[in-house]
């Protein structure tokens, strides 16, 4: 087993095949920007954003401001730093974050959550990763000094981990409106935001717009090669951009990125469906392997987790021995792969997928 194998991660690149021979499954963040991209890359007009004066950067906060439906937007170098910014500019230190336990924010956040925002997590696990209002509520402190305070309620949208489930709207509007009678703030990490809009065809506005903030990412299935945007009211978008310098996460030209992006915000969504078809596509075809369990009906974006205890071997020995075959997935449990979707695998790449699956499966 190789180094990034027992991180739980796939090697691609110098300990797996080259690349660009391999079927990669591992995240929706591998895409490449399209050719459209890299010629608005490369024409980019570009300032110093720091000076905000890169008329790029601020074309595209002002165009996710508005698809958004919201006063204000900022570009940031990452989701994961985008979801900082909305706990630093809501929730003090010592307070906690509600949220889902399998979401992005616990599992893989918790360094900055703690040591950058001096918060915690408290989590419970929701089947699906759907929180409803009484998952939520009991999770909530009550307003007495015995306790550390809820700082911040959090959902995921589409949820990671759960496999790119979409939460109902209903649901979340009604969480939404019950944290906002206690007087605390929600945040959306909508990252797959997108995805979530057009498997449930409502708009990106519509999902969001209880949150007090949300940040999306350009760079997963949009297929922008960086960046992500945090949005909300200008107040708090004013003091989210305050943060984002103290952390170092101002950038000069980034107009050379952002111009991905505004491709990305443009074009990408429509292009998404494909992406769930593929991944629906896939669930059928593991569902039919001897060994390997996942319900097809449950995929519905473009995220594919399946379990694999049934082959008798492990997700990373099993992820191992694709990647020797060139079909890239990483491992997330035990048991577990993820299978993600994304612009740069087509049916014929998924088709090659679930045949070495069968073949390292069955072997
Ligand atoms: N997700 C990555 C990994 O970090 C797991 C992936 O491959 O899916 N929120 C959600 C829901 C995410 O899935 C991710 C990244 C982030 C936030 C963080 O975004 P980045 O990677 O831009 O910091």
């Known amino acids: 087993m190789s180094a990034t194998e027992k991180m739980g991660r796939t090697a691609g690149g110098a300990e797996g095949p080259p690349l660009h021979l391999a079927v990669d499954l591992r995240s929706d963040t591998v895409t490449r920007p399209t050719a459209a991209m890299r010629r608005a890359m490369a024409e980019a007009e570009v300032g110093d954003d720091v000076y905000g ?3 790029t950067v601020n074309r595209l906060q002002v165009r996710a401001a508005e698809i958004f439906g919201r006063e204000a937007a900022l570009f940031v170098p990452s989701g994961s730093m985008g979801n900082l910014l909305a706990i630093r500019g809501w929730a003090p230190a010592g307070t906690e974050i509600v949220c889902e336990a399998r979401a992005h924010t616990n599992q893989y956040e918790l360094a900055s959550m703690s040591a950058l925002a001096g918060c915690f997590p408290r989590t419970v ?19 007495n000094y015995l306790f550390s305070q809820t700082g911040l309620v959090w959902l ?3 949820h990671n981990m759960a496999g790119g489930t979409v939460h109902p709207q209903a649901s979340a509007d009604e969480i939404c409106d019950n944290v906002h009678s206690l007087g605390l703030p929600i945040h959306l990490d909508g990252a797959r935001i997108f995805n979530a809009a057009v498997a449930i065809g409502k708009s990106v506005a519509e999902l969001s717009r209880k949150f007090d903030s949300v940040m999306f990412c350009l760079s997963k299935g949009l297929g922008a090669p960086v960046g992500s945007m945090l949005l909300g009211s200008r107040e708090f978008i004013a003091k989210a951009h305050v943060t984002r310098k103290m952390l170092g996460g101002a950038m000069r030209q980034a107009g050379v990125v952002a111009a991905a992006g505004l491709i990305a915000l443009e074009e990408s969504p429509e292009l998404l469906r494909r992406d769930h078809e593929n991944a629906r596509f896939l669930a059928e075809g593991l569902s039919r392997i001897r060994g390997v369990s996942v319900d097809p009906k449950k995929v519905v974006t473009n995220i594919v987790i399946f379990d694999v205890t049934g082959t008798g071997k492990t997700a990373a020995e099993i992820s191992g021995a694709l990647a020797r075959k060139k079909i890239l997935a990483n491992p997330t449990e035990k048991f577990l792969i993820r299978m993600v979707t994304h612009c740069d695998v087509d049916r014929a790449g998924c088709e090659q997928a679930l045949q070495v ?3 390292v499966v069955t072997h």
């Open 53 to 55: 004066e890169d008329p």
């Open 125 to 143: 696990l929701a089947t699906d990763g759907i929180l409803s209002w009484e998952l939520v509520e009991s999770l909530i402190r009550p307003k």
């Open 156 to 158: 995921e949208n589409t």
């Open 357 to 359: 699956v069968d073949e």
